[in-house]
């Protein structure tokens, strides 16, 4: 457990630099931008004052490196700055919205995971087959429809074509429900979305999974087992998959980034009141510190998930934290 | 793989055994077509109000008319070059970004190798489509900026490719050889190191563009195309607001993209499959076993 720790602090203090590069792309991407990047943080339409008032706060009548400073200070400690559009702090915003997107990717990333995961095993353990050519196919089709189009076709049919079978839009009917209806009026209108995400990620799981079930077999102490006489489907549970689904662990925390972008498309799709819908307003209403905002806490989630399923990972694989200490 | 003949059998087993890459590599030649004779094969202008609005498919308009009353099959045939273009334009920038980072890691290793290393890791924990986004909207939606973008966001896995060939490949004699001999560094990495090492990103190309075809059709269809030019994603963007009564202006643009991504994949496999000779042995096995 002592390795285990010395490695999960290590990881710790390579991920708070990470973090500072964020930072430090989010205040490069304001100075690239054409025009002045007080203006940009203050909004088109923004009174002189305010913009002078901007310029102060982030320092931009200083020195380069003295803004960058300020920057961070002023980032680090939560302060994410104003939405020109909601006239609100952007990490209220943003902490308003994360329940919504956490309940759907929730829902549509464990689905994803779990049937990925079983499929990718049990068309790897049934090859050569039909089944398992059929279940590659269908899986790399389905990877290969982008996210909008799939959101789009699941509207087309199970709400235009059947009149109204499931809701296409929002999270909740108006007027509004309470208690136990407000429960299944949300789990309905979470349907689509969620098979959307679900669809968006399953094939990611399912190949991974088949691959690396794939190569285990061939490994020697597979090859072992088996000569050992231990009947083939203990083999198959007990020293394949259990080896075979580690990728799948670090897909769940290295693929977030994508899921983000999968789930930005979704909520936009669906009207879904989450962060994803949150940036795609934002950036139409040029509201700069608002998008910045969800940049960085977007980065900052990915990170932190990164942090957690390698720990995760040397936990469950101790030749990790052995091998780079 | 020194041995050209060799090369070229393994090359030829790849086409027998592989089916799907054959398959992956026609579709990609059909869509190349289209791309190059597109204006010429279109029924109709695709900017001209040629027929009613929302004309449902018929043999007049294979694949209907949208809100203008123009041809659906003829703006998808000739968006298909701007679609091609981009991906080869994107594909290109993460190319040289990938090579060049992914070389000067792996070849100087220790400290730079360390750095460049960690820099590869934050760049891809930020959320690709939101960095995306962000950008074309401080820089505009033009084409061209949104092939840069592009570009510049699906480096880092051809870096972290090309680090790991050159790894490998910078111990072998032939590069111990020339730093005896006194050759430069930066000699030795453009003229030895890139050449040799350079096929797994080109195998990767096919992903890549995979990944920019998906990309641009995703912020087009968020509205953060060119508007002033057609390509798949912005046929859709277009028909999306009509889609309840114009099922077509969105399916058939969606199937082509889908054409297109599934080609890239099955080549990307094949060639993935190619490059790992354990794989292939598996392939080869299994045609025993069939």
């Known amino acids: 457990m002592a390795s285990l720790n010395r490695y999960a602090i290590r990881r710790l203090f390579q991920a708070i630099p990470a973090l500072l590069v964020v930072i430090v792309l989010a205040f490069l991407l304001i100075q690239l931008s054409p025009g002045d990047p007080a203006w940009v943080l203050a909004g088109d339409n923004a009174s002189p004052e305010y913009v002078e008032q901007v310029r102060q706060r982030y320092g931009f009548d200083r020195p380069l490196p003295e803004q960058l400073w300020l920057y961070i200070k002023t980032v680090a400690s939560g302060d994410l700055g104003y939405s020109l559009t909601y006239h609100l702090p952007v990490a209220k915003l943003i902490a308003d919205r994360i329940p919504a997107s956490i309940l759907l990717l929730l829902a549509g990333e464990l689905l994803a995971a779990i049937v990925g995961t079983a499929l990718g095993a049990f068309s790897a353990k049934s090859h050569p087959s039909a089944l398992d050519s059929a279940l590659s196919s269908i899986t790399l089709s389905l990877y290969c429809m982008p996210t909008f189009w799939t959101g789009l076709i699941l509207i087309l049919v199970f709400s235009v074509w059947t009149k109204g079978f499931l809701p296409a839009s929002g999270m909740y009917s108006v007027p509004r429900m309470h208690g136990l209806a407000y429960v299944f009026d949300v789990l309905k209108h979470m349907i689509l979305p969620s098979i959307t995400i679900f669809i968006y990620n399953m094939p990611t799981y399912f190949r991974l999974t088949r691959a690396s079930v794939f190569e285990i077999m061939h490994e020697d102490f597979v090859t072992t087992a088996r000569f050992i006489g231990i009947n083939e489907r203990e083999v198959f549970y007990r020293h394949c998959l259990r080896n075979a689904i580690l990728p799948s662990v670090t897909m769940a925390g290295l693929g977030l980034g994508n899921l983000l972008g999968g789930a930005l498309i979704t909520e936009t799709v669906f009207s879904w009141p989450g962060i994803g819908r949150l940036m795609y307003d934002a950036i139409f209403a040029r509201d700069f510190p608002l998008a910045m905002g969800i940049l960085i806490i977007g980065a900052m989630t990915v990170i932190v998930a990164t942090l957690v399923t390698d720990i995760a990972y040397a936990f469950l694989d101790p030749r990790i934290r052995y091998s780079k200490s | ?290």
């Open chain 2, 1 to 290: 793989m020194t041995n050209k003949g060799e090369f070229g059998k393994r090359l030829l087993s790849l086409y027998k055994l592989n089916k799907s890459f054959t398959i992956g590599l026609s579709g990609i030649i059909l869509v190349l077509i289209v791309g190059l004779l597109g204006n010429i094969i279109a029924p109709y202008d695709p900017r001209e109000f040629i027929g009613k609005p929302f004309e449902a498919p018929c043999l007049k308009h294979l694949l209907g008319t949208d809100n203008l009353g123009r041809d659906i099959l003829s703006q998808l045939l000739c968006g298909t070059r701007l679609t091609i273009f981009l991906a080869f334009g994107a594909t290109g920038i993460s190319l040289a970004i990938g090579v060049i980072l992914g070389a000067i890691a792996g070849y100087y290793g220790q400290h730079v190798d360390s750095f460049l290393s960690w820099f590869f890791q934050i760049t891809l924990t930020i959320p690709r489509l939101f960095l995306a986004m962000l950008l074309i909207a401080l820089f505009g939606t033009d084409i061209w900026v949104t092939i840069v973008v592009i570009g510049c966001t699906i480096w880092p896995s051809n870096a972290r490719l090309m680090r790991a060939q050159v790894l490998s490949i910078k111990n072998r004699p032939f590069v111990q050889a020339s730093h005896i001999a006194g050759v430069s560094n930066i000699r030795i990495l453009i003229f030895h190191i890139i050449p040799n090492s350079i096929s797994a990103v080109i195998a990767n190309t096919s992903l890549q563009m995979a990944q920019a075809v998906l990309l641009e059709a995703s912020l087009s269809f968020l509205g953060l195309g060119d508007v002033e030019r057609i390509t798949w994603g912005q046929i859709i963007y277009t028909g999306k607001m009509y889609m309840r009564n114009a099922w077509w202006t969105v399916v058939f643009p969606g199937l082509a993209i889908i054409l297109l991504l599934l080609s890239l994949h099955l080549v990307g496999d094949g060639f993935a499959k190619f490059l790992n000779p354990r794989h292939e042995k598996q392939a080869q096995s299994k045609l025993v076993a069939l």
